[in-house]
Structures are given as C-alpha cells and as structure tokens.
C-alpha cells in the first residue's frame, strides 16, 4: 500500500471504494446533525406549547373552582330542602294549594 516516490516521501494509496465509503459517511454524518438540530428546535417549540397549554388550563381551573364549590353548595341546599318537603309533605301540598287558589283569585280579581 505505501509508495514511495523519488523525494522519499510516503505516499498512502487508498482505495476509490473506500473514499466513497468514507464521503459517503461524512454526507449522512452532516444529514444527521442537521436533522437533529432541526428535531431539537421543533422539541423546544412544541414544550413551549405544551407550558402554556397547562398554564393556561390552571388559570382557568382556578377561575371555575369557585364556580363548582357554588354549585355544589346549592345542589346541597337543593337536597336539604326537597328532603324538608318530602317529611312534610302534606302540610306543604295544602299551602301550596290554598296560594295557588289565593294567586289564581287574585289574578281574576286583575285582569277584571
């Protein structure tokens, strides 16, 4: 494999199969790095993305949170009340009729 030549120097002789091994080689190394680089910006975009996405879904958890715990007391009181009614139901039913009789009277009495 070594030559060498009238002023004494060393001369490599290299295959052609093998130099185009190795540009192929450094072409795909470069390819790759490239690719990487641009794989690495679109990561820290889509995380960017990803940050304000829950960023924003805690803001607006924290915005409903007070809107739930109002809800929920008056499902509560809903229970609490339709529980009353149901212990006295047959009192209330006759108030409930004797005002339906008074409003419907009193509407007559308007209209007249």
């Given at each position: 494999?070594?030559?060498?030549?009238?002023?004494?120097?060393?001369?490599?002789?290299?295959?052609?199969?093998?130099?185009?091994?190795?540009g192929?080689?450094?072409?795909?190394?470069?390819?790759?790095?490239?690719?990487?680089?641009?794989?690495?910006?679109?990561?820290?975009?889509?995380?960017?993305?990803?940050?304000?996405?829950?960023?924003?879904?805690?803001?607006?958890?924290?915005?409903?949170?007070?809107?739930?715990?109002?809800?929920?007391?008056?499902?509560?009181?809903?229970?609490?009340?339709?529980?009353?009614?149901?212990?006295?139901?047959?009192?209330?039913?006759?108030?409930?009729?004797?005002?339906?009789?008074?409003?419907?009277s009193?509407?007559?009495?308007?209209?007249?």
């Amino acid at each position: 494999m070594n030559i060498v030549n009238e002023a004494q120097q060393v001369v490599l002789e290299i295959p052609i199969w093998l130099l185009v091994l190795l540009g192929v080689l450094i072409s795909l190394a470069i390819v790759a790095t490239i690719y990487k680089i641009f794989s690495y910006r679109k990561i820290g975009i889509v995380s960017k993305k990803t940050d304000y996405l829950v960023e924003d879904l805690i803001y607006k958890l924290e915005l409903l949170t007070p809107s739930v715990e109002l809800l929920i007391n008056i499902s509560e009181y809903v229970d609490k009340l339709k529980s009353n009614i149901n212990q006295k139901d047959i009192s209330i039913r006759k108030y409930l009729a004797s005002n339906k009789e008074n409003a419907k009277s009193k509407k007559k009495d308007s209209n007249k």
